[in-house]
């Protein structure tokens, strides 16, 4: 193996384009607060994610804590989410003085079990926090009944789910604010970066508020706010790899179909299922390896691929009950014992973007096959 192959490789802007932009920031010397790069990037997003609240952050982290925020919950209340996450979606509720409670997640999906969080709820639950995690879209029928029969809000971390669209609605539609991030590891980066968006009218000023330490204007600090503002060399990143983003969706639309034809015939690899009328965000290529069924772990092949350079992740393993501030906390199910501590054994996310070549992929096919006839 000539190269290191990692899970993902940043977008980046053409760096003639970049200086020009860079140029603009050095003549207006507004480098943050809102700059005209940053009012910009957000117009641009708001077209893009189709819901009449989006506001732009530092970071997605920050965004989640202020989203949870924004939507007033009583201090000490309980939210419910998964466990099968990055860490920032739980640390995001324990922030807020809230209390995380981990349920299971559904089998095929992965994402939260509408079962297992209603066997959750209590007088104490005041919200669910959903992942749309992989960019596989959550049961968001079944999550708004939920939410509405037991008078509770509903977040969504869509940190993976960027330009998804469910029959022709933007993801963002769904419950009462979701959540992005644009950190570069994401197929839109902006370095670091992340939004807030609503389907709703009348937010977008409590948004601001929160972003901005809670200063209304020059006279009056009106909220506990925090700085979540994004600044101008991260909102041109932000503005140049905007136009770019669908044609690395579609490369990667390209790889995945290389991938499934690849993995589609080995028993016991489970793949990513489309979602009818879901348009994918391709923001990971993520399999479920049966060992049993396979006859190697997924430990076994993610070692395999890194002794020739290929870097896949075991996300999103450990699982946040496995992190020492969560560590022994229960996992509701309506299973006999929690689905989410077996798939976090067998989850692997292979490298999945346009750097991925030909070759690479039968290098990948080579460690996947070795051994097989069929
Ligand atoms: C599911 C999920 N939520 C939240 C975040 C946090 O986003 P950020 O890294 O932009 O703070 C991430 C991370 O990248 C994530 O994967």
């Known amino acids: 193996m000539a ?39 957000e117009r641009e997003l708001q077209k893009r994610v189709g819901v009449p609240t989006v506001k732009l952050f530092n970071n997605g982290t920050i965004a989640l804590i202020v989203a949870l925020k924004v939507v007033d919950l009583p201090l000490g209340s309980e939210v419910i989410t998964t466990p099968l996450t990055f860490a920032a979606t739980a640390h995001a509720i324990s922030w ?10 559904s089998p095929g999906t992965l994402t939260i079990d509408p079962a297992s969080v209603e066997r959750a709820i209590t007088e104490r639950t005041s919200a669910i926090l959903a992942v749309h995690v992989y960019g596989t ?8 009944c939920i939410a509405d029969r037991h008078n509770l809000r509903l977040i969504y971390d869509a940190a993976h789910a960027f330009g998804v669209t ?15 991030s644009f950190h570069a590891t994401k197929l839109f980066n902006t370095l670091e970066g992340g939004l807030i968006a609503t389907p709703r009218n009348d937010d977008g000023e409590a948004i601001e508020n929160l972003r901005n330490f809670g200063i ?56 990513q299922k ?11 290529y993520r399999i479920v390896v049966d060992a049993e069924v396979f006859g190697r772990s997924r430990n076994d092949l993610y070692d395999a691929l890194k002794d020739r ?15 020492v501030p969560y560590k022994g906390w229960p996992i509701y199910t309506t299973r006999s014992s ?37």
Request: with cysteine.
């Open 338 to 374: 929690p689905y989410v501590d077996i798939v976090k054994t067998q989850v692997l996310c292979l490298p999945f973007h346009s750097g991925v070549t030909d070759e690479d992929v039968a290098e990948i096919r080579d460690v996947f096959w070795t051994g097989r006839s069929v």
């Open 166 to 180: 469910v029959n022709g609605e933007s993801i963002a539609a769904f419950g009462d604010v979701s959540v992005f």
């Open 3 to 41: 190269r290191t192959l990692y899970v993902t490789e940043p977008l980046l802007p053409n760096l003639t384009e970049l200086q020009e932009l860079l140029e603009q920031i050095w003549q207006t010397k507004i480098l943050t607060n809102g700059g005209p790069l940053h009012q910009k990037l």
């Open 96 to 105: 807020n003085g809230l209390m995380p409670i981990f349920v299971d997640v």
């Open 216 to 271: 209304k204007n020059e006279e009056e600090v009106v909220c506990v706010g925090i700085n979540g503002k994004l600044n101008e060399v991260q909102a041109a990143v932000g503005l140049l790899n905007l136009p770019r983003v669908d044609g690395e969706r579609e490369r990667r639309a390209l790889l995945r179909a290389k991938y499934d034809e690849m993995m589609g015939l080995l028993p016991g690899i489970a793949l």
């Open 309 to 323: 350079g290929i870097f896949a992740r075991k996300y999103f393993h450990p699982i946040c009950t496995d992190f």
């Open 274 to 284: 489309k979602q009818p009328g879901v348009v994918n965000s391709e923001q990971y």
């Open 137 to 144: 879209v959550c049961d968001v029928e079944a999550l708004k």
